[in-house]
């Protein structure tokens, strides 16, 4: 059975750090990308970051390009979000998702619960 | 960047009617590479469509998809209780891999 779990949301301040994690399982997990994709409070979803199955390609939305980066570990079945500089605007559900093959450009087929990112002072 | 318009922002309608929802993108999109997902409160994402028109593992056959180049579309041919929700267009035939602003079915 396929299973994606995020971690490692939380309350942070205006200006600092968080990093998320993606724990996946049940899958060839180098034979497929996967993406971060976050909703704010009552808003639609925004794709934010993707990797490569191999994790050699990388790719971000403009709003958080130079901020967060994206990395895998497929020895841990593990993708992480590195978030710095992180605004009021970041708040939001990170939800991440699987797609169907090795590059993002596939559809999403797995999601998992989410984590909370709050940026407030 | 491509840009996804969704419309209707909120569909009213009765369990038993068709529902049909717009996904407009700004430029052509690669391959058809459009997927609809469906969420519920307090739930991620669920894949319906993808490649504009295929159904994904599962999904009931009242949900179907159509469109190609700009302007696709989500139809759902009799709605049931469960479908009430909101939808969600992606693109993913090029990065950024945009969604459109989601619409909500519910209940008139």
């Known amino acids: 059975e396929v299973q994606v779990l995020e971690s490692g949301g939380g309350l942070v301040q205006p200006g600092g750090s968080l990093r998320l994690s993606c724990a996946a399982s049940g899958f060839s997990f180098y034979d497929y990308a996967i993406s971060w994709v976050r909703q704010a409070p009552g808003k639609g979803l925004e794709w934010v970051s993707a990797?490569?199955?191999?994790?050699?390609?990388?790719y971000s939305a403009d709003s958080v390009k130079g901020r967060f980066a994206i990395s895998r570990d497929n020895s841990r079945n593990t993708v992480d979000l590195q978030m710095n500089s992180l605004r009021a605007e970041d708040t939001a559900i990170y939800y991440c998702?699987?797609?169907?093959?090795?590059?993002?450009?596939?559809?999403?087929?797995?999601w998992g619960q989410g984590t909370l990112v709050t940026v407030s002072s | 960047e491509i840009v996804l318009t969704q419309s209707p922002g909120t569909l009213s309608l009765s369990p038993g009617e068709r529902a049909t929802l717009s996904c407009r993108a700004s430029?052509?999109?690669?391959?058809?590479?459009l997927a609809w997902y469906q969420q519920k409160p307090g739930q991620p994402p669920r894949l319906l469509i993808y490649g504009a028109s295929r159904r994904a593992t599962g999904i009931p056959d009242r949900f179907s998809g159509s469109g190609s180049g700009t302007d696709f579309t989500l139809s759902i041919s009799r709605l049931d209780p469960d479908d009430f929700a909101v939808y969600h267009c992606q693109q993913y035939g090029s990065s950024p891999f945009t969604f459109g602003q989601g619409t909500k079915v519910e209940i008139k």
């Open positions: 990797i490569s199955g191999t994790g050699f390609s990388s």
């Open positions: 430029q052509s999109i690669n391959g058809n590479h």
């Open positions: 998702a699987k797609h169907v093959g090795i590059y993002p450009s596939y559809h999403l087929d797995y």
